[in-house]
């Protein structure tokens, strides 16, 4: 088992930064990605960003290229998405998932085995 705890996430101005971490804990081992995903209401839930704590490989949605970075912590398990420049359509609600074994398919739900709970994200207009 896996446990993953987010936080990072609040209300900021349109053009403004964030920072959100996930926190891994349990059987966790080394070859394993941890993505961000997102869900606006009524929206279905999209990969934000991942990477790969095997050998720092990391993907990107396009419509975040350019303005968010993830980054890792190999020795904590800790992943980080430094989120710039958030636009309105950034909002949602932001889950780690855990995959056991990366893969560079990190960006898609189905291929995640264990969830966070969630930090929300607003972005004021």
């Known amino acids: 088992q896996v446990q993953l705890v987010e936080s990072g996430g609040g209300l900021v101005q349109a053009g403004g930064s964030l920072r959100l971490s996930c926190a891994a804990s349990?059987?966790?081992?080394?070859?394993?990605?941890i993505g961000w995903f997102r869900q606006a209401p009524g929206k279905e839930r999209e990969g934000v960003s991942c990477?790969?704590?095997?050998?720092?490989?990391?993907y990107y949605a396009d419509s975040v290229k350019g303005r968010f970075t993830i980054s890792r912590d190999k020795d904590q398990d800790t992943v980080w998405l430094q989120m710039n420049l958030l636009k309105p359509e950034d909002t949602g609600l932001y889950f780690c998932?855990?995959?056991?074994?990366?893969?560079?398919?990190?960006?898609?739900?189905?291929?995640?085995?264990?969830w966070g709970k969630g930090t929300p994200v607003t972005v004021s207009s």
């Open positions: 998932a855990f995959e056991r074994v990366a893969t560079m398919r990190c960006l898609l739900p189905k291929n995640m085995d264990y």
């Open positions: 990477i790969s704590n095997y050998d720092g490989s990391s």
């Open positions: 349990g059987r966790t081992f080394s070859s394993y990605a």
